[in-house]
């Protein structure tokens, strides 16, 4: 078992930053892939980021590409999403998530994750 926590959300301007954080504890933490997601009010869940166990690749959906960066630190148990250039349409609630399939087919359309948390929630004001 996993458990996955997330923290950092909170409410912020148009242009501005946030760093999300999910501290991972029970089974080894290094083995498993980790994914961002995020589901808006009146949206499905979509695939946010993704990255393999060792932090050496990393995989993102189109929308947050250049804006979005993926981060892991093995020793803390802990993976790390930055936001930069937030738009009103990043309100979301965001979820991470592990699981042992290869991180590069998180963003595959109906994929799911073995372990999730509970989300934080983003809001993005204009």
């Known amino acids: 078992q996993v458990q996955l926590v997330e923290s950092g959300g909170g409410l912020v301007q148009a242009g501005g930053s946030l760093r999300l954080s999910c501290a991972g504890s029970?089974?080894?933490?290094?083995?498993?892939?980790m994914g961002w997601f995020r589901q808006a009010p009146g949206k499905e869940r979509e695939f946010v980021a993704a990255?393999?166990?060792?932090?050496?690749?990393?995989y993102y959906a189109d929308p947050m590409k250049g804006r979005f960066i993926i981060s892991r630190d093995n020793a803390k148990n802990t993976v790390y999403l930055q936001m930069n250039g937030l738009k009103p349409e990043d309100t979301a609630v965001y979820y991470c998530?592990?699981?042992?399939?290869?991180?590069?087919?998180?963003?595959?359309?109906?994929?799911?994750?073995?372990?999730w948390g509970k989300g934080t929630l983003v809001t993005v004001s204009s």
């Open positions: 998530a592990a699981d042992k399939a290869p991180a590069q087919t998180m963003g595959v359309p109906g994929h799911d994750m073995a372990y």
């Open positions: 029970g089974r080894t933490f290094r083995g498993y892939a």
């Open positions: 990255i393999n166990w060792s932090g050496g690749s990393t």
